[in-house]
């Protein structure tokens, strides 16, 4: 990959699943037969078009990663963001094109990522994706990681609540020094 280059939701995604399939889709290879690959984003799509209507996510759904600067507002100051449309540039380009006024927007904000998954299980690659989520919300907004996401799944739209640990202090051994 290219040191400016974005990861994507869908790359973090695929390399959960495979570092091969994560290279191929950062280089914008298509699998060799995409039947299944869009049978599964057909599903993924209409699964997540009910579940954004429905009550655990709040009257107003979720909304797409690119409208986080723009501080739109749910329930009680919650903003509920899609983690499939999450995007992390590496460089850090797009945290630091922000303008001050996105960012003070996004301070007394609180932010939920949450992840749609039509199957009947989650899986621990649904949570590493709403930690992913969390992060380039982070990145996005300049605020602290957000302290929990949700993983809507299954045909009951059962939620999952995620929570969301803090990375360990940049040097561990001066903090525990101190302490």
Known sequence: ?????????????????????????????????????????????????????????????????????DGVIGDAGTVVVDCETALYPIDGSASASLDQRARRAGADRAYVPILYSAWENSDQSDDLLVCFGALAIAQATGTELPPKGKVLYGEGHRTKAVKILRPPPKNTSEKMIAA
Do not use: W
């Not at 290219?2 to 973090?12: L, V």
């Not at 599964?40 to 709040?58: E, H, W």
């Open 1 to 69: 990959m290219k040191t400016g280059a974005n990861i994507t939701a869908a790359m973090f995604a695929a390399y959960l699943k495979c570092r091969r399939k994560a290279y191929l889709t950062a280089h914008g290879e298509k699998p060799p037969d995409p039947v299944f690959a869009e049978m599964r984003t057909r599903i993924s799509a209409a699964y997540k078009a009910l579940a954004s209507q429905r009550p655990p996510t709040g009257s107003t759904g979720s909304i797409d990663f690119s409208r986080v600067p």
